[in-house]
């Protein structure tokens, strides 16, 4: 690997627009590293990635985002192996029509769409740290309108369904690009929440009731490829363009304005204080030199 070849971390990389990001970071010239559910699909998605791009740098490794132990190990893993990351692309996300938890006993889509954002970020925020422009691109959506932060219930334990499910946690997204932007001690570390539009892929058929399923399949209809659905994604990841335009909200590879859910500023810093606290974490920023 040159030396001057940028790193980047996809999660969720190996089908419709985290691999088409992976693939897009990858043909810009940087190391892409993909985290998947199993070895099995990080492999397969290296291999689909390479039978388009032979020359490709990819490292596929297995990680169930929504278990925090495993997203703690992986972490470990890649900062073993590189003392430098200068992009995290958190664009992992899942639609479940019924409640259900991890075995760690966190609401499996809280904890695959929020809370991995934030572990996964603290996780690497020291090799972020190594890079003169590194960036936190958090895969967002406009649903984010209809979200709502329920701080006293996040996984909606009382009264779940997959609609409010998906609002809050792409509100989240949102809510955590902004005070990660706030709160950060490196100016160098930039965020991005981004929407992708809509984009044909099978996420409203993995894990959804036959009504969910059907819905999708009509609505995603007219949504663009995963190829075309990336681009935010990507440009806000390596585009020499934006570095230090943090804490904004994108679509089209421009800025776009945040629905009225995203102006509560109780609804920002809890969510930031309760995140932390079921994650356990004490420095998010790892500012602690001497303890
Ligand atoms: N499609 C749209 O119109 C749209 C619009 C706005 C925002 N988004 C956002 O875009 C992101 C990507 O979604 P997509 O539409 O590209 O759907 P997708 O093809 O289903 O991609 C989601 C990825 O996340 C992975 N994933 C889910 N749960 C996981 C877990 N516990 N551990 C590891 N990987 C896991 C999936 O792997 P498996 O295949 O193993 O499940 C898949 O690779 C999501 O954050 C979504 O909310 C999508």
């Known amino acids: 690997m040159s030396t001057q070849q ?5 999660s969720g990389a190996n089908s419709g627009l985290g691999l088409e990001t992976s693939r897009q970071i990858a043909a810009a010239g940087n190391h892409v590293i993909l985290l998947c559910r199993t070895q099995e699909k990080a492999d397969r998605a290296v291999e689909e990635i390479l039978r388009t791009n032979p020359g490709a740098n990819l490292t596929g490794h297995a990680c169930d985002m929504s278990l925090m132990e ?41 904890a695959t769409n929020h809370l991995s954002y934030v572990l996964l970020t603290h996780c690497l925020y020291p090799a972020l740290r190594q890079s003169g422009d590194s960036r936190v691109v958090n895969v967002a959506s406009n649903a984010h309108s209809y979200g709502k932060i329920n701080l006293e219930d996040p996984g909606y334990k009382k009264g779940y369904h997959g609609l409010k499910s998906n609002g809050q946690s792409k509100l989240a997204n949102v809510y955590f690009t902004e005070e990660f932007h706030n709160r950060r001690p490196d100016r ?30 009509f609505r995603r209809r007219k949504g663009q490829t995963p190829a ?9 990841a390596i585009d020499p363009a934006v570095a230090n335009q943090s804490g ?43 303890d």
């Open 188 to 217: 160098q570390i930039s965020s991005y929440a981004i929407s992708p539009g809509l984009v044909k892929t099978d996420i409203g058929l993995k894990r959804t009731n036959w009504l969910h399923s059907l819905a999708w399949k």
């Open 70 to 110: 495993e997203i703690r190990d992986a972490s470990a893993k890649i900062l073993e192996a590189h003392q430098r990351i200068d992009g995290i692309v958190n664009n992992v996300g899942t639609w479940l029509s019924d409640y259900t938890e991890t075995r760690e006993g966190i609401e499996t889509v809280f």
């Open 248 to 290: 904004l909200y994108w679509e089209n590879c421009k800025p776009k304005e945040t629905f009225k859910s995203a102006k509560n500023d109780a609804w920002r810093t809890g969510l930031w204080e309760m995140s932390n606290e079921l994650l356990g974490i004490d420095d998010y920023f790892h500012e602690k030199v001497n």
């Open 228 to 236: 075309e659905g990336a681009r935010t994604s990507v440009f806000c």
């Open 6 to 10: 940028k790193i980047f971390v996809v």
